[in-house]
């Protein structure tokens, strides 16, 4: 069963960056594109962006220049370096397989926490 670990989330001046890794077991990972999604108090989860196994990236307009995402397929695990930080980017971020969550997958880490304020 897969299974995702998410870390570095925490507490960060607007501005201010963080790096977020995720741990990733029970698939062959090189093997599929991975994704960041947060999901902000009130709102429903979204991808932020992904990552095909080719290494081809894809923003959402509304962190594009500001976040990098990347992925170390011996590692098994997803990165993504967020800088320039708003109170917008505020929500639990989380990694996932794209195409497991497009087809309702409900097997979600417990997410890492990314708190952007004064």
């Known amino acids: 069963q897969v299974q995702f670990v998410e870390s570095g989330g925490g507490l960060v001046q607007p501005g201010g960056s963080l790096s977020l890794s995720c741990e990733t077991s029970g698939i062959t990972f090189r093997d599929y594109d991975m994704g960041w999604y947060r999901q902000a108090p009130g709102k429903q989860r979204e991808l932020v962006v992904e990552?095909?196994?080719?290494?081809?990236?894809d923003y959402a307009d509304s962190v594009k220049g500001r976040f990098t995402i990347s992925r170390d397929n011996a590692k098994n695990t997803l990165y993504l370096q967020m800088n320039s930080l708003k109170p917008d980017d505020t929500a639990v971020y989380y990694c996932?397989?794209?195409?497991?969550?497009?087809?309702?997958?409900?097997?979600w880490g417990q997410g890492t926490q990314v708190t952007v304020s004064s």
């Open positions: 990552v095909s196994r080719g290494g081809r990236s």
């Open positions: 996932n397989v794209p195409s497991f969550v497009n087809m309702g997958s409900k097997a």
